[in-house]
């Protein structure tokens, strides 16, 4: 299978900003994810980004793409409570599988 | 829109039973399902991809038998772990593709079934 990796733990105090990264090792992801789960919960898309694209902001949250690293990050601008959760990133292969990282626990800290 | 739902969403059995868990997108039509397993803390790891009409596609390691799954209608999939052990314990999270896909192949997933078998 392919190897999508990530770090698995990150604090930071709240109103920080928050970078989670994610390495992957298959070139040819068509498109990569971030996803949000909370406790007990199913997963939640956040952001995607498109593999021949470099950057995508939306809201407090931006993805940067270097493929040439296979690297893939999500910033979360002005982090709060509530952004406590697992995040995932996860790359497709054409139109099937999914191949989702290990998974970064963010802890936000008052 | 884009909603999946699961069914149930915990269970708690004994060794030796079969289980059954629904996967239903219920506000579009999937072609194609897709289940997943997860561990506690680690990643979801694809079990198998359930399509409508025809059989599953499962991934090396998975045993058929053991995990059936039956796709039989444009918003129903169905997972069923026969003769569970205590080592089939997981949370199982399905998802679904929309007929009608968006540019970005999404998934919608499932809020997943937490099964503990003693």
């Known amino acids: 299978g392919e190897d999508v990796e990530q770090s698995l733990f990150l604090s930071v105090r709240e109103g920080d900003s928050s970078v989670i990264n994610c390495t992957y090792t298959d070139s040819s992801s068509t498109y990569l994810y971030w996803y949000k789960q909370e406790p007990g919960a199913g997963l939640q898309l956040l952001t995607y980004i498109f593999s021949n694209m470099d950057m995508k902001q939306d809201q407090r949250l931006t993805v940067l793409l270097n493929k040439k690293d296979k690297h893939l990050s999500l910033r979360i601008a002005d982090t709060q409570t509530g952004d406590s959760a697992i995040y995932f990133c996860a790359e497709s292969l054409g139109e099937d599988k999914f191949y989702f990282g290990s998974g970064t626990k963010l802890n936000v800290k008052p | 829109g884009a909603v999946v739902s699961q069914h149930p969403s915990w269970v708690i059995c004994k060794s030796g039973t079969s289980v059954k868990i629904e996967c239903r997108s219920l506000?579009?039509?999937?072609?194609?399902m897709f289940w997943y397993r997860q561990f506690p803390k680690q990643s979801l790891m694809l079990m198998a991809t359930?399509?409508?009409?025809?059989?599953?596609?499962?991934e090396q390691g998975v045993e058929k038998d053991k995990f059936l799954i039956n796709h039989a209608s444009l918003t129903l999939s169905t997972l069923t772990v026969t003769s569970a052990h205590p080592e089939d314990s997981s949370f199982y999270i399905c998802s679904a593709r929309p007929l009608d896909r968006f540019s970005y192949n999404e998934q919608f997933f499932g809020p997943g079934t937490r099964l503990t078998v003693l």
């Open positions: 506000d579009f039509q999937a072609t194609t």
């Open positions: 359930s399509n409508e009409g025809s059989k599953a596609t499962y």
